[in-house]
């Protein structure tokens, strides 16, 4: 084991950048822990002549990553190049072909191509990891595959989109409506080239994904994931739910179920002192619950070149060391399809609706609420205009069938302006 | 891979009957997380007929935790006696020279003998493990020995005692002075045999030494712990603590100076509204602090049936996947001793006396402060009886050693009453 483990990075952003100053500024730390040097070979990536800020002189360079991937004197391909298809996937499956292990900070990929490629690296003998793919430096992913093993976990959570828990945090903070605080997030280069991958929840989501996957050893399955993203969020919705004690927070939930797996990732109402609802800002949480060690919560940086490369590293360093982890924590080609449940268990709801000022207004909104079988908890008007009148109300446990039923039924009173506004409180 | 891996369990108290209940009902699902099944061979305890509300039939048994350790069939001897010496010591000795691997809750053992145990397992080359035995179910050493393997790590804090975080959260809450909380914690089974391991700070203590080690690539050395226990702490200084914003908790915090390695595992001050300071009752938190992945968080139960075993399966997972990790992270032999270091960074403290109530009192203490190159940042006079009053200083930054010259002054003063009590506020 004292030969150098030699890999090859893809993909030379701010994460390639980092694990190559990584590398050049710890070589003796790392082969003290790893039991044997760590060595960049080659590296690739669009651009041979921009300045990274760090030197790559003494690697090979492959303008083409399928041949960065199959090189000769690469052990381990280290894919940091992003995208669901494409190129990364391409020298993925050529990497594994060729008997390469592989290391990914790719979560589309892994979400949407995830059982394909573990069947693959199976086959073939090798491995593929992917701790900086979920909740950037967070360990959540060994957490979850090694130490939480010997639990049935009950339910895994998290906010895993730092730029989706800024806008909703600085939206409170400095009390600016959504478009406003996107905008900024826009101009501070927070948001992804498709803000809908972090705005919309997909990216969340594809993380989910992949916790769900080794949580309940079943294939990834990114498609069942319940998507709702945070664009719907007002600035009055954010000021309701901290004037009732609670956050909004664009927040991942998988729970395996007798009806099925449910995975959703939506906003949804936190107690504001709970861990999750204190969370402010760019930072990631993650809670994982099994029923041998109860509640786990694991919070850090969620991105960033720092964080997103120690989280790389981590993963180099492990197959450096010899160990050989099944990709989603047993083996591929045992994994079953979960049946897709929808999030129907019965939780209480907020509800914000503009109520047009006229007698016995409120009168038809509960009894269209009553008829569906939902019961009243709280009930506020929160402000008055000369013709409507916005109302939250919070319910009692309902089911989400129940509520949706109401929902539809809402416009019909003719006392309802625009769309009904509905988001779950969540029991953290 | 599909051979069995075969465990044997020394000792069956709350911990050994939470592994021997997880063993029994989990076949199926360890077995496809391990990629082969997990057997429980033979156990020994102190009793054999005692009812531990599960079912022993099919093991064999041993009197002699030795003879346990050195069976033929046990791949894995799993300690869960306890006690740095005697049987636990010796049986581990045993399993290692007898060609087993060793899982061990036994911070103690590992923290008096883990560097010779780690020698002596590296030489026969087996490995040790010992999750469960740093802040329970959290998977914390796995977190530090691999999670941050690419980092140097530049602080690790804990508070990893649930009966003192219990004493100290239920002294703020109810009002109750020390006495008082720390009988009810004797009544309710919270303290060990010997509370001063507890309320002293040794057990914490001995936690702290291990993940040091892991952290800077170290010997374990527990002597070089600075110890401090919460018998001190008073329901005055709760109080005022929280109205200043902070609350006092056994804080165990490790770093490498240009001096040395500071370990210390004594109360401070920390802010309120901290993840520390929010932790409330036996619920441990560890802050793993690294130069790339910034701060990490992980909070869980530090102690318990379920919390406890978990840990020990994720090592006997660990290992029956084949993975050989190093006990501390890197190779024993190699680990050099750090020059320890008093916990001399400046930090402000919190200082609390009672004055005898005379003309220019309050000027003497200042001038005995000022003398020692102490400025003060606050100052708070809380109440007032007949002949003397509590005074409550918070100092800017200042040097332990000053603090230190200037609390030797103190008594010379003449108008302080009793002994003056110092807290370090710590930086969170």
Known sequence: MTQPLRIGIAGLGTVGTGVVKIVRQKANLLAARAGRPIQIVAV??????KDRGVSLGGYGWEDDPVALATREDVDVFVELMGGADGPAKAATEAALAAGKDVVTANKAMLAIHGQDLAERAETAGHVIRFEAAVAGGIPVVKALTE?????EVTRVMGVMNGTCNYILTRMEEAGLPYEDVFE?????GYLE???NLDVGGIDAGHKLALLAAIAYGTQVNFDAVELEGIQQISIEDIRTAANMGFRIKLLGVAQMTGRGLEQRMSPCLV?????????????????LEGDAVGQIVLRGAGAGEGPTASAVMSDVIEIARGTRLTTFGQPAHGLEIARPARASAPAP??????????????AKVATVLGDAGISIDRMRQTRHDDTTAPVVIVTHKTARDALDSALRYLPGTGVV????VAIRIEDV
């Open 417 to 420: 302006q625009g769309e009904a």
């Open 349 to 362: 709801y907020y509800l914000r609706m503009r109520l047009i000022d006229k007698p016995g207004a409120m």
């Open 193 to 195: 080239a498709d803000p």
């Open 184 to 188: 900024e997030a826009r101009q501070l």
């Open 147 to 151: 130490g939480l093993a010997g639990n």
């Open 44 to 49: 690739s990536a669009r651009s041979r002549n």
């Open 271 to 287: 107690p504001a002192d709970s861990p999750l609802g204190q969370l402010q800002g760019g930072t990631n949480m993650v809670v």
